[in-house]
């Protein structure tokens, strides 16, 4: 049974990106599942620290970015959220290759949520866990 209360594709959650950061990261939308949201990201010019490592702000942006997203899938409409504390550990350095995190909930409040999400590189082994705190607001209408 699915977690959320606003259905949305993959495409549409990626559409709702362009123009921002995650579009500038690379950051691409996988998979929208019962529970649980993934992306990938790559390990290039874009995300890698001067020493050419996998940036841990990239890896934390991707965290942030899938947690808030889901999140906002779990809301009903006339509520959004907005990132309270992240917290990640890196454990495992990269040079190149590509990145996919998941994200799943460990805490679905009326004010707050918990999101727990893992990043692993191409062979399957973690790179990085993050756990994202998030306020639930009225929502606001958009700027122009």
Sequence with gaps: MTIWKRSATVEQVQAACQGTLVEHLGIRFLEVG???????????HRTVQPYGLLHGGATAALAETLGSFGCLLC???????????????????????????????????????????????ERGKLVSVARL??????ARPSRP
């Design 34 to 44: 019962d529970d649980y949201l993934k992306a990938s990201m790559p390990v290039d």
């Design 75 to 121: 809301l009903p409409e006339g509520q959004n959220c907005v990132g309270l504390e992240i917290n990640a550990n890196h454990l495992r350095a990269l040079r190149d290759g590509e990145v996919v995190a998941t994200a799943r909930p460990v805490h679905r409040g009326r004010s707050t949520h918990v999101w727990e999400i893992r990043t692993e590189d």
């Design 133 to 138: 705190t998030l306020l639930v607001v009225v």
